[in-house]
């Protein structure tokens, strides 16, 4: 995954606009552009310690190195959504024939593929199940140019490349993601309950996650 030093340099960020009519279950996200970053240690470990974010990542990944965000991938009034990235796990594969596969995209899990040695390797994976509303002065910007190491630099680059042809797809699940898990009432009752997705069940508590994102920043003005 994506693994080097931090960039100490605060990520800007402009506000968007929440549609005017209310009555839409969608939100209008501005095309910002993505940035790789990473998040403050103190606001990750805030919201991991309320019971009801239980599934906030930690802030090191498996290989022990600070986890890397892209964002912003959902915009929301005053929240900035910024989801995380993960290494690949088994549930990444299917077995076809014998031959372990790659699986595709689904709304909460875009899959970081690249191609090498004339095969599709997967790097990782963005987890917008995981996406969390983030502080700016909690978004610090990662350099891909200050990498040092060469050859983990070019790789970075072109996992990169791939979530850059991935983005209006990362925008679109998350904005569905979102509808679906803020708004799951109203989506699943009655005769709707059985089409509930079954990852919504291991989605984050979005609207949670806005009021700790609103008391963190009370408590650190």
């Known amino acids: 995954m994506f ?24 939100f209008e996200r501005k095309n910002m552009g ?13 919201l991991r310690s309320d019971r009801k974010l239980y599934n906030v990542f930690e802030n090191k990944d498996d290989a022990n190195f600070i986890r890397k965000y892209i964002g912003i991938v959902f915009n929301i009034g005053q929240y900035h959504y910024y989801a995380p990235l993960s290494s690949p796990k088994r549930t990444d594969y ?13 709304i909460p899990i875009i899959r970081i593929v690249v191609q090498e040695n004339e095969e599709m390797r997967l790097k990782g994976t963005v ?12 978004i610090f910007d990662y350099d891909i140019e200050r990498e040092e190491n060469e050859q ?21 699940n998350a904005e569905l993601l979102y509808r679906q898990k803020t708004k799951a009432d109203i989506l699943y009752s009655g005769e709707n309950a059985n089409k ?15 009021q700790m994102h609103d008391k963190y920043i009370s408590e650190h003005a």
């Open 3 to 26: 693994r080097s030093q931090i960039n100490g340099g605060a990520l800007k960020s402009k506000s968007n606009q929440k549609r005017g009519d209310d009555s839409s279950l969608f």
């Open 152 to 172: 983990y630099k070019a790789l970075i680059e072109k996992e990169y490349a791939v979530l850059k042809q991935k983005e209006r797809k990362i925008l679109k």
């Open 94 to 106: 299917k077995v076809v024939n014998g031959k372990q596969i790659i699986r595709n995209d689904i």
């Open 34 to 46: 993505f940035r790789l970053c990473t998040i403050d240690t103190k606001y990750i470990e805030f």
């Open 196 to 210: 509930k997705p079954g990852y919504l069940s291991a989605t984050i508590n979005f609207k949670y996650a806005e």
């Open 127 to 138: 987890k917008l199940s995981n996406m969390i509303p983030v502080p700016e002065k909690a």
